[in-house]
């Protein structure tokens, strides 16, 4: 009867979706408060019954109901509870319902933290935001419902969960995922309410910044907790594979880091508000390119569910729908560029610029390799596939571009900038990311080209923004009082700008310096790289919960001093007979060692891979920084400061004069988030 | 000129000159980084390029694979069931490489008519097949079934 009651509630929250998405809209163009009032209870409502269908979901794959496809399917009475629980979003149905979950769970958020917004504008926002939830709770109901019964021949057991996906990493990975992709909406909800009642003002920047960011966050933790999951489970210890589902993750963070930058410069001086909007309504879009990619069946990978061609159809029609209707409001109600304030050609407006204008050629490339190969297909013009080989000459450059903007662009100031001030300014970053890019190869091993450049601009980003605080902080009250007079969304853009550094140096170094050996083993044979020494011990046999495992030992020494001992592992899951590789990996800050078990090649020999992965970790400690920074970018106090913002009044664009005064108060940063 | 409309006139020029990048990095990227995929029939009739990156695919054959005993190199056939091409790896192969199965290899062929791949992919679930090995195999099949139909009348 639960599945049946899930299924129920779902209903019930399509029916609480549909009005949600009309009555307050209408309310709001008819001026009518009672009507209004009804955004806020329905979006509740909404999300108590969508969480009530997870909830039975999950209680079903609890109890172990084989009853219910998607269970049996996806689960086995042998598999542990903690996967058990994350196998409600190992698949197509249940992880679509985790989206429609967080879908009501963002609404349910500008319900609640939107208490001071003018009432029209959160109606409409809510109404929006309940079109989106609309259609996805059909495409759920129609195409893929989760809590579909196997009835009279119940399953004795479960088919078991995928053993790539019986992870921690998958337990995380797609609901920080989805926070950032569904994320989007909210900022995409603000952009359509400001075009319906033509208020796109510097007030609707404010308001929908602190969403932008959170979203932007908790995509780049998703995105960085994907990486590491293939990183040690896909078992061959690559980190980035410009597969098409990852692209379709880089796609809408792109997106979505340029939007973090465009509102800053919205907010701050009310100029670039049209692009703004269009960014807005691009970067959701891409998030559901995204869907669509993953769901439709078109690709093939690690991620894409099974495909049926039903849910790709809708899927298309959905996002066709989204961008044909918010292009044309866009078209019609878009505002005419009549903004009279002006900026200086080294402004920090025109940094941001360039930021934007740079992220979107990095988005285009990537969407371009993504969906260039799918097109030719469709229209049968081949099958060819574009690879790293592509991406390492397009897309690096241009992350190369962004960084020397990003040293730059920090020190830069709203109007006007002095260029002779700035050069002066860059001294310092040049001498020291020059001797950096030279010295830092040259002692990993031999000089790149790629090397030096990628250590040259992580250097720049992170000595100048340094520089920057150091010199913000200087007080005469001594560097406490300097540092702690800085705001949060000052601090913000420090993690976030570091971040992108760290990020940058892992990548840079471990794809010149990663040294990786497939070699031939039988035990007691020893095998050399780096300054290592990998000893193969022995071999035997383990039995796991669900699975069988060889498990090897390997010793690994440096000149005798043994250094640690890994134990990878070949597994055979009981239930769907895969094997599976699970790698032995001693991580550390400044590099892994890694050990992959490889087939058995003859009686007593193993193939094995060996790698040494100078500053990995690197690589997901920076999005770690850039989510930190985007967080605390949202605690800023003025996010909370109550009589800044006027309540039923629309917000005005400030004065020129009250931005000129803005602009020279000497701390008043760009918060948010990363480039 | 009006200062706005030479503000504007920038920004648009920015945004040509950054599009105009992108677009010439792309082509100029997908020119040299394209890898177009030949099935066995293809290769046997001599229509895959030497020296060219492409990929390649098919069904291992049956009792084909064949592994130097000093090193990791493997060699093994794969096929469309109308004509075959042998494959040269060397380094460890995917989990579910095994013969009867798909694959789908990136690389290069040889003078010898040996295509030497530098990744094989297997399909990484019972039910996938790789989308290309599917395509060539129904054409194999499509191919073959003509033959048999035309050669009717001659029994």
């Known amino acids: ?675 | 000129m009006h200062p706005i409309r030479k503000k504007r006139l920038t920004i648009v020029l920015f945004l040509l000159v950054g599009l105009g990048i992108a677009v010439g990095l792309a082509t100029y990227a997908l020119r040299q980084n394209i890898s177009l995929f030949y099935d066995p029939s293809q290769i046997a009739a001599g229509d895959a390029p030497q020296d060219v990156r492409i990929r390649a695919g098919g069904m291992v054959e049956e009792n084909s694979v064949k592994r130097d005993p000093e090193s990791l190199r493997v060699r093994f056939r794969v096929t469309d069931f109308e004509s075959s091409v042998v494959m040269e790896y060397t380094g460890i192969l995917p989990d579910l490489f095994a013969e009867g199965q798909g694959v789908v290899a990136t690389g290069r062929m040889g003078p010898d008519g040996v295509f030497v791949a530098d990744e094989v992919l297997a399909k990484h679930d019972e039910n996938y097949m790789p989308p290309e090995v599917k395509d060539s195999l129904e054409k194999a099949a499509a191919r073959a079934e003509k033959n048999t139909a035309q050669s009717i009348p001659e029994y």
């Open chain 1, 1 to 675: 009867m639960f599945p049946e009651l899930g299924q129920f509630s779902l209903i019930l929250a399509l029916m609480l979706a549909i009005p949600l998405a009309v009555v307050p809209l209408a309310g709001s163009l008819t001026g009518r408060d009672s009507l209004q009032a009804f955004a806020r209870p329905l979006a509740a409502g909404q999300f108590v019954f969508v969480a009530i269908a997870f909830g039975l979901l999950t209680h079903a794959f609890m109890v172990d109901d084989f009853s219910v496809a998607y269970v049996a399917n996806n689960s086995n009475s042998l598999l542990p509870w903690y996967f058990k629980f994350s196998a409600v979003w190992g698949s197509h149905e249940g992880s679509l319902l985790l989206w429609v979950l967080i879908l009501a769970g963002w609404t349910l958020a500008v319900a609640i933290f939107s208490r001071r917004l003018p009432s029209v504008m959160i109606a409409q926002v809510l109404s929006v935001m309940g079109m989106v939830s609309v259609g996805f709770l059909l495409f759920l109901l129609l195409t893929s419902n989760p809590f579909e019964r196997i009835l009279p021949n119940v399953p004795t057991d479960g088919a078991d969960l995928n053993p790539l996906l019986q992870d921690f990493g998958l337990i995380i990975h797609p609901p920080m995922l989805y926070m950032g992709y569904v994320g989007f909406s909210v900022v995409f909800a603000f952009a359509i309410a400001a075009l319906i009642n033509g208020r796109l003002d510097a007030a609707w920047a404010r308001w929908s910044r602190p969403w932008t960011t959170v979203a932007w966050a908790f995509l780049s933790l998703g995105i960085a907790l994907g990486s590491w999951w293939a990183y040690y489970e896909l078992g061959w210890g690559g980190w980035w594979f410009w597969d098409p589902v990852e692209n379709a993750s880089l796609l809408p963070w792109l997106a979505g880091t340029a939007l973090v930058h465009s509102l800053a410069v919205t907010e701050k001086r009310g100029v670039f508000k049209s692009w703004t909007v269009l960014l807005a309504i691009l970067t959701f879009s891409l998030s559901l390119l995204g869907a669509f990619l993953v769901r439709s069946g078109v690709l093939t990978s690690v991620h894409a569910f099974a495909s049926d061609p039903t849910r790709g159809q809708f899927l298309l029609a959905l996002l066709a729908i989204t961008i044909i209707s918010s292009l044309t409001l866009y078209a019609f109600r878009a505002p005419v560029v009549h903004s009279r304030i002006r900026y200086g050609s080294a402004s920090r407006e025109v940094f941001l610029l360039l930021n934007n204008v740079l992220l979107m050629a990095a988005m285009l490339l990537v969407l371009v390799g993504t969906l260039y190969p799918l097109i030719l297909d469709y229209l049968g013009m081949g099958r060819l596939s574009i690879g790293e080989p592509f991406y390492n000459l397009t897309f690096s450059p241009v992350a190369i571009a962004l960084a020397l903007l990003m040293g730059a662009g920090i020190f830069s100031r709203w109007k006007k900038t002095d260029g002779g001030w700035l050069s002066r300014k860059l001294l310092w970053p040049l001498a020291i990311s020059l001797i950096m890019a030279v010295l830092v190869p040259l002692w990993l091993g031999e000089f790149k080209p790629w090397a030096f450049a990628g250590c040259f601009g992580a250097a720049w980003i992170a000595v100048a923004t340094f520089q920057d605080l150091w010199q913000k902080s200087s007080s005469r009250k001594g560097r406490w009082h300097g540092l702690r007079r800085q705001t949060r969304s000052y601090y913000g853009m420090v993690l976030g700008h570091l971040g992108i550094a760290l990020t940058m140096s892992g990548a840079t170094v471990v794809s010149n310096y990663g040294i990786e050996r497939d070699v031939r083993m039988t035990p007691g044979d020893v095998a050399e790289i780096h300054d290592l020494q990998f000893e193969f011990v022995k071999i035997g046999e383990r039995q796991g919960a669900n699975f069988v495992a060889q498990t090897a030992q390997v010793d690994i020494s440096r000149g005798g001093r043994p250094v640690t001992t890994l134990y990878p592992e070949k597994r055979q899951y009981q239930v769907q007979r895969n094997m599976m590789t699970e790698a032995g990996i001693d991580g550390g800050l400044f590099r892994d060692l890694f050990v992959a078990l490889g087939e058995r090649v003859s009686d007593d020999a193993w193939a094995m891979r060996l790698q040494y992965k100078p500053l990995i970790r690197w690589v997901w400690l920076g999005a770690i920084f850039m989510a930190a920074g985007g967080f605390l970018a949202i605690a800023d106090r003025r996010y909370r400061i109550k009589d800044k913002l006027p309540t039923t009044e629309p917000a005005r664009v400030p004065e020129p004069d009250a931005q000129g005064a803005l602009a020279n108060r000497r701390a008043d940063p760009l918060p948010g988030g990363a480039s």
